[in-house]
């Protein structure tokens, strides 16, 4: 092993920043009201019970109690996250234990990678920058909780990689990962598919052989999940029928139009609300086009999947992965111009956390 490494900051910054997000954010979640009285029993909550289900007990698929027109059950979530924390029990870890573990893992790995992402193309500071914006966001100590954010931040990064360093051959994997991952992993297809087109003729036959490999196994993947449930259930289409049930409300709709029936129907201090004006606010101010093409894809991509699914439920956690989004804040507050705008940032993000988001999943009312 090259000890260099350990010496360098592409390792030393995103670890230390690592460290801290984790000490200070588990100090915090045991402080104040709480729901549960233990840490672990509030990092696992909510969707996390189901991911910790999946882990231990495989899917399950039963009636709502005396309700037959509704079902209930696990069958609404996607199988990786679950898949690899159970491979982890393997080496003795209890099902509570290796769902964090993973979490845990991943977030580090993925702070390593993004900052090496964004090192190669904008330097030092400017990677720094983005992972400080990114752990400062509202929604951020999903990162560490029984969520697969972190895990799906990692594969992210992976192929976002892959894809900037034109190392085409190995981007099957993350990408096929992520499509079984979180329902919003299939995002990654489109900067797959605009560079497989806008490059084609520059391509050479191996890599546009791996670009269209991908991309069809993205689909040959997801198909497979969808296989398993048709010889288990009996329902190809079990989880569009899950998800498409009134209590999840989710259907096809024009995102933009989607956004704005929740900031009309909601008030303005929910939630769903703030973080949807406050990502607006942020795009508006930071928007750079220094990024690549397929970064402003992903970005926008991920940003628009939830309400293109008809709702903006805990939109304030799916969006914590958009890292591009983080990039053009801190692109935005190195230059001279708006370099002002950082100490706003800053104190927007604590109050959010400290006076909404936190407290709220703290005591449980925050899925």
């Not at 400017?126 to 990692?154: H, N």
């Not at 507050?333 to 959010?352: K, N, Q």
Request: glycine share 6%.
């Amino acid at each position: 092993m090259n000890l260099s490494i350990l010496k360098s900051k592409s390792f030393q910054r995103p670890t230390l920043l690592f460290l801290a997000f984790i000490l200070i954010f588990l100090s915090l979640l045991q402080t104040g009201p709480t729901k549960y009285d233990s840490l672990l029993r509030t990092l696992i909550q909510w969707d996390s019970r189901l991911y910790l289900s999946i882990a231990r007990d495989g899917y399950e698929l039963f009636p709502c109690g005396d309700d037959t027109g509704h079902l209930c059950g696990n069958v609404g979530w996607f199988p990786m996250y679950p898949l690899a924390a159970g491979l982890l029990t393997r080496v003795g870890l209890e099902h509570r234990y290796s769902l964090l573990a993973v979490t845990w893992l991943s977030l580090w790995l993925a702070l390593l990678l993004l900052y090496r992402l964004v090192a190669r193309r904008f330097g030092g500071r400017a990677a720094l920058l983005s992972l400080i914006c990114l752990l400062l966001f509202p929604g951020s100590f999903y990162l560490l909780t029984g969520f697969p954010y972190a895990f799906f931040l990692l594969l992210l990064a992976s192929a976002l990689y892959l894809l900037d360093t034109e190392n085409y051959r190995w981007l099957i994997l993350p990408c096929c990962l992520l499509a079984v991952t979180y329902p919003s992993g299939m995002v990654i297809g489109l900067p797959v598919l605009w560079v497989l087109g806008t490059k084609y003729k520059q391509l050479s036959q191996p890599d546009r052989n791996a670009l269209m490999t991908t991309v069809v196994a993205m689909g040959a993947t997801l198909m497979a999940f969808c296989l398993y449930y048709y010889w288990r259930f009996d329902d190809f289409f079990l989880y569009f029928t899950f998800q498409s049930q009134d209590y999840y409300a989710h259907e096809t709709s024009f995102p933009l139009w989607t956004i704005i029936r929740s900031l009309h129907d909601l008030p303005w201090s929910h939630p769903v609300a703030l973080i949807l004006l406050f990502v607006i606010v942020v795009t508006a101010l930071f928007y750079s086009r220094k990024l690549p093409r397929t970064w402003h894809i992903l970005m926008f991509g991920l940003l628009l999947f939830t309400p293109s699914a008809g709702t903006t439920d805990c939109y304030y956690r799916h969006i914590v992965v958009a890292f591009p989004l983080f990039v053009m804040v801190a692109l935005a507050v190195t230059g001279p111009r708006r370099r002002w705008l950082l100490p706003i940032y800053v104190v927007v993000c604590l109050i959010l956390i400290f006076g909404v988001y936190l407290p709220a999943y703290k005591t449980g009312a925050l899925m």
